[in-house]
Each structure stands twice: as C-alpha cells, then as structure tokens.
C-alpha cells in the first residue's frame, strides 16, 4: 500500500533563472504520487561566506551550468532520502549535510541541497493538505496550536545602481518601504502607484531611454549620486500624494563590498574611510526618510557595523546580509557585538529550509528582524512568499523587487492570494514598527 508521505523518487533539472542562466529545479515525488518542487535563485552580489553553488565551467552557457549539481542530486542524494518521510524536515536536511560534510557545502553544492530541502517541504505541505505558509508556520513552531499570522512590510527596490544595474550609482538598491500603510493590500498600491510616478519622473528629466530596468525591475538611470538617486525618489513620493516619513520610508542596500579598496570606499566619485563614510550614512539618516541600510560596510567588518548602530540607535533598521549571509555562527558574532538589528533571510545563502529558520529564530529572540528576501538572479518560485507568512514575526519584512518583471510580481500576487485566504484575520507587520 503506497504511503502519501514516503519518498518515491527524487528528481533535479535546470530551467532559466531571470538573468537568462541555468539554475537548478528539483522534484520531490511520494509514494501516491504527491509532488513537491523548488527552484534556486542566485545572485550577483554574492557574500564570500556564502554556501558553495557547484558550477560546471567550460563553455557551455559560459560556464554557469549546472549539470554537476544536477548529478549529485540525481545519484548521491537520492539515494539516502528515498524512503523518508518528508514530514522529517530537519532529519532529511542533516542527512543532506552530513552526506555533504563540509562547512560550506562544496562537495555536493548548496544549491543541490537546497532544492531538495525545499522541494520536501513543498512535498510535505501538500499530502497534509496544507497551504505551504500553513505547513511552514507549523514547522517553524514546531506544530504549536497558536495561529497568529503577520503579514510581512514589502521593501521594492525601484531604483538599481551597482551590480544590478548598468549605471555609475556606488549603492545597489534603492527601495520604497510602505510602513504606514493599513494592511498589506493597501501597501502594494503604495508601491505600484510611487513606482509609476517614479517612471514618468525619470522618463521626463533623462528620456525614454533612462526607464529602462535593472536586474530587479528597478529603474536604472545614468545617475552617479546617491543623494540624487533619493531626490527622485523624494519627488515621485510627493507626486503620489503619500506623506514620506509617515506612510513611505526608503531603505537603502549599500552591498558595500561592491565598493571596498584596499580599505577605502568609492562612492558618489571618491574615496571614503570607513568613519567618513558612517558620516555620510549619518547625514543622509538625518536628510531623508531612510528607515533601514542594508550592508552599509564591507563584509567582515563587524566594528564598523557596531559603531554605527550604536550611532543611531534603533532608529533604523541596520542590516547584515554579506555580513552575516544567514549563517547562525556569523550571526551569532554580529549578536556579540551589537553590528546590526536586523537580518536580511536569504534562504540560498545558507542552503537549507532548516537552517534558514534556525538562522530567523535566533534572530527573533534576540530582538532582531528579519527581512525574508529574494536574489538578483530570480525564477517565477513563490516559497518566500510563503515563508515570510509562514515565520510572522512581529517586525517581518520582504524583499522582492520593483512590481515589475514576472519573476519579481510572482511573490507580490502570491501574498495578495494568501491575503485573500487569510488577510482579515492578519495582522500587517508595519502597525509593530515606531514610526
């Protein structure tokens, strides 16, 4: 007799990723047929502390293949997790990690385990006859009775400079943040109707050509300034008739690392020491309705992290993602000596469901937000959608992109779909921060 909740056979492909590059799919069949699937993203900013994505090099789609993470999926961890329950989450994780059995998973590749890690739960969800932010919630309270959903404050990234766009801006992203929007409905009106301000603002000062997109749907004109970067932003908010510091806030990924010389930053046409450059944060916190920094220093530099928000107090989100690249040891550093007050949750970083929200727990009981957060490099996969539901935290935020580019909008209508499941008996993230 087949048993919906043992594995029958395990499966991995490669499809597009939004960038035009192979990224890794894998297919999580039970016995009575259910069938659990993910996909990897991958970004172009990537954390040296990061997990190891296994690439095939040589000259096939310009050595960005992925066949041997294919095969290892298809011939070593298959083997050891057909048979399991995929209810067993964390027992089939470990078991990929053990299997692996390196620190940063460059045997098998973190984008082999990955897709299987959250391809199982896609699994598990469905013959549980769960909604996947249903099943993550319960997996991440380890099946508590208590149901209390938050949803997540969207951070869209509308305009895009460094690694993710063609122009001269030292800083990658520039987000529109609506905090003060009533629930999270209404938030993503916030943000489609700024972002088509935004593009008729560009289109009018540089022409058509300026609205073109960068890697995460955000517009991505010849600009060289940072602060001229936020002056545009500043103008399609006020064009919207949103009121900034009360409705809108605007977040800021520095991806400093991007940017980091021979210990000096280049930004805005010069070079600037670590201090200087925590004066120019400080000047535009003081400036501009910016509610969080991501990255704001190179990746290793915990002190830098710590004495700016030490700085500024809690008066803004500072947030580690290169710094911390959702490793619980890293983390725990960051904890130690007080670098940030937030985590950016990227799920590819890491390499595995479980660990992913170990890294978000540890995170939340020491009073740190998480932002749940998407990669440059995208497929049309909604999990974070679902995750950051399924987490609810109190300050939970997500990071998806501009409401532009099906890869991007696939997690915006994936949330307004769960709104619509469970949207008035949920609670908006932004009513818990002090604005």
């Not at 766009?165 to 609506?178: D, K, R």
């Not at 008739?241 to 280049?266: H, R």
């Not at 500072?318 to 550093?333: N, P």
């Not at 904890?335 to 660990?355: C, H, P, R």
Request: hydrophobic share 40%; glycine share 8%; net charge neutral.
């Amino acid at each position: 007799m087949s048993n919906k909740f043992l594995i029958k056979s395990v499966k991995a492909r490669w499809i597009l990723d939004s960038r035009g590059f192979p990224t890794i799919e894998a297919d999580v069949l039970t016995e009575n047929g259910i069938l659990g699937r993910a996909a990897v993203p991958s970004g172009a900013s990537t954390g040296e502390h990061e997990v190891v994505k296994i690439i095939d090099g040589g000259k096939r789609f310009l050595g960005r293949g992925v066949n041997k993470a294919i095969n290892n999926v298809n011939n070593e961890i298959s083997k050891i997790i057909i048979g399991k329950d995929v209810r067993k989450q964390k027992e089939i994780d470990d078991a990929m990690i053990n299997l692996d059995g390196t620190k940063n998973k460059s045997k098998l590749g973190g984008n082999a385990i990955l897709s299987v890690s959250l391809a199982v739960a896609d699994a598990a969800s469905k013959a549980l006859g769960l909604n996947l932010f249903e099943y993550l919630y319960k997996l991440y309270r380890e099946n508590s009775n208590e149901i209390k959903y938050i949803f997540p404050v969207p951070m869209s990234n509308v305009l895009n400079g460094g690694k993710h766009a063609g122009n001269n801006l030292s800083v990658q992203e520039f987000m529109i943040v609506p905090i003060g929007a009533k629930d999270y409905r209404e938030s993503i009106v916030m943000i489609s109707e700024i972002y088509q301000y935004l593009k008729n603002e560009i289109k009018s000062k540089f022409g058509k050509s300026a609205i073109n997109l960068g890697d995460e749907g955000g517009f991505a004109p010849n600009l060289s300034y940072t602060k001229d970067a936020l002056d545009l932003l500043m103008s399609a908010i006020e064009d919207s008739g949103y009121k900034a510091k009360k409705e809108i806030f605007i977040a800021m990924d520095a991806a400093s690392s991007e940017f980091y010389k021979d210990g000096k930053y280049f930004i805005d046409e010069k070079f600037l020491s670590a201090d200087e450059l925590m004066d120019y944060y400080i000047e535009l916190i003081n400036s501009y309705p910016i509610i969080s920094i991501e990255d704001p220093f190179e990746e290793n530099d915990f002190q830098a992290f710590a004495k700016l928000l030490s700085k500024i107090g809690n008066k803004i989100q500072i947030v580690g993602d290169d710094l911390f690249v959702t490793q619980i040891e890293r983390i725990k550093i960051g904890i130690q000596n007080k670098s940030a007050n937030a985590l950016l949750l990227k799920v590819d970083q890491v390499g595995s469901l479980t660990e992913s929200l170990e890294a978000a727990k540890l995170c939340d009981e020491n009073n740190m937000n998480v932002i749940v957060s998407h990669r440059s490099g995208e497929t049309e996969s909604t999990f974070i959608a679902d995750l950051a539901v399924g987490l609810s935290l109190r300050r939970i935020m997500i990071k998806t992109g501009a409401p532009a580019r099906g890869e991007r909008t696939a997690k915006y209508n994936r949330l307004l779909r769960i709104y619509d499941l469970i949207g008035e008996n949920a609670e908006f993230s932004g009513n818990n921060f002090n604005i």
